[in-house]
Every structure is written in structure tokens, then in C-alpha cells.
């Protein structure tokens, strides 16, 4: 049997969106431009979680004059805390911000916010207050971008936590996702991507990958993989994205 068609939207990024997504900051330096921050700031107001990992909450702080900063609390903000300035705790400790420190060096800041977020999502499913098609999606703000080793941890970090239901890596300039072995249906939202896309085979060897609604299609003949083919700089030209894949691949495309 033929496994089910999975959808993917990313028309949160601009318009309300029925997508029950919780927006994780991460300690990047964001690019100073009017667009990004509006990007940014229609994120926080339609996301249903926010958590700062570590450092990212003096981001928070530092981006925002006094009048504003007031309106962009965090539910949370979690780490080894080695990153978090002594002035930017004590004010969000002050308006009542949960901030959680764990020196647990096995895991990185990211981790442990997503480990928070994991708890959540489970305590709200034994409580009834959720179901599983109501599963939180992940949007990361800030994981590409940076130090080359810590984006690679981020990338592992989508691979690894499959029970969100979607999980979204975004920073200024690209979004990146997973696909899971099966077929699915890409919706890319043009007022932000520039159709400039990608399908990267992260950690293992993809054969069977085909594709439809791109420049260069895959025609399943030519695995995918490292030291040989892979899908870069290729360009969208329909309005849904096709893909097939028998494992797991991960999808970029360009944000402007």
C-alpha cells in the first residue's frame, strides 16, 4: 500500500495559520533589515509557545527599545545559562519569565528548550487538552547561520525529535525542513521564498528520489548522496513541489 501523502505549508512565515507551532530564538546575530524583523515579530505574535535558548533572550532584549520589550515576553527561557547577561534575567525575571537553568553538557541550549517543549506537549496530551493531530510545530529561529558545527547540531536536532509535527529551520536568509520517508506535497509561499531550493541527503545515501515542479527534476535513476549528487541551486517553478523519498531528505529554499 502506498504510504500517505504528507502536506507542507509555509504560509505561517506571513498570515495567520491554523499551524499550532511554538517559535524557539536561538543565539544567532539576526540581519539588521526591516523586513527580517517583521518577519520575525509575525512569528511571536502568532505562535502559540515562545522559549529563548540561553543567550537568545539578550537578543530579544537588545532588539527591542524599553516601550516594546514589555510586549515580547518568552514563556520561557532555557540553557546552561552560560550566555544569559545578569541584567537581561533580572529583567524578565522580574515580569515573571520562567528561566531554567540545566548544566547538563550532553545536550546543547537548543536541545533542552525542545526537551521543555517535548514536556508540554506531553503533559497537554494526558490532560486532554490536545490530541495528536494538535502536536506542537517547531519553528527555529536563528538555527541556520553561524558557527558551521553548531548548524550541523540544529540540523541534527530536526532529524532526531520526530514527535513534532512539523519542524522548521528559519533564519534571515533560508527555511529548511525534513522530509521523511513517503510522498509529499510542498506549498512554498512566494511573497517570502525566491524559489531558489535544494534537497540535501544528510547522513545517508537517498535513492528513488523523484520529483515534480522543479527546474531540474529527479527522476529516481541517480541516488542522491555526498561524494556524488546532490540536488543544489535548483529553482521551483510551479506552484506545489512534489517529492518522493524512500529516506529521510532535507528540503532548503532561499527567503528574501
Known sequence: MPSPTTYHSTAFLTAR????????MLNVEP????????????????????????????????????????????DLIAGDLDSLRGDVADYYAALGVPIEGEADQETHDFEKCLRWLQRWQSNEANHGQSNPAAAY???????????LDQQMANLNMAYSYKCFRDFFLV???S???????????????????????????LGSRCEGVRTTGLRWNLDGVCA?????????SNEIVEAQVTVQTSTPLLWTTSLF
Open 17 to 24: 495559520s491554523p499551524l499550532n507551532f511554538a517559535l524557539l
Open 31 to 74: 540581519r539588521a533589515h526591516a523586513r527580517t524583523h517583521k518577519r520575525f515579530e509575525h512569528l511571536w505574535r502568532h505562535a502559540s509557545r515562545r522559549l529563548c535558548a540561553d543567550g537568545a533572550a539578550n537578543r530579544l532584549y537588545d532588539s527591542l527599545d524599553e516601550s516594546r520589550r514589555g510586549d515580547f515576553l518568552p
Open 137 to 147: 510545530s517547531v519553528v527555529a529561529y536563528g538555527a541556520i547561520g553561524g558557527r
Open 171 to 173: 533564519s534571515d536568509h
Open 175 to 201: 527555511l529548511a525542513f525534513v522530509l521523511q520517508p513517503g510522498s509529499h506535497v510542498i506549498e512554498p509561499n512566494r511573497q517570502v521564498e525566491d524559489g531558489t531550493c535544494g534537497l540535501i541527503p
Open 224 to 232: 542522491l548522496e555526498f561524494g556524488g549528487l546532490i540536488s543544489s
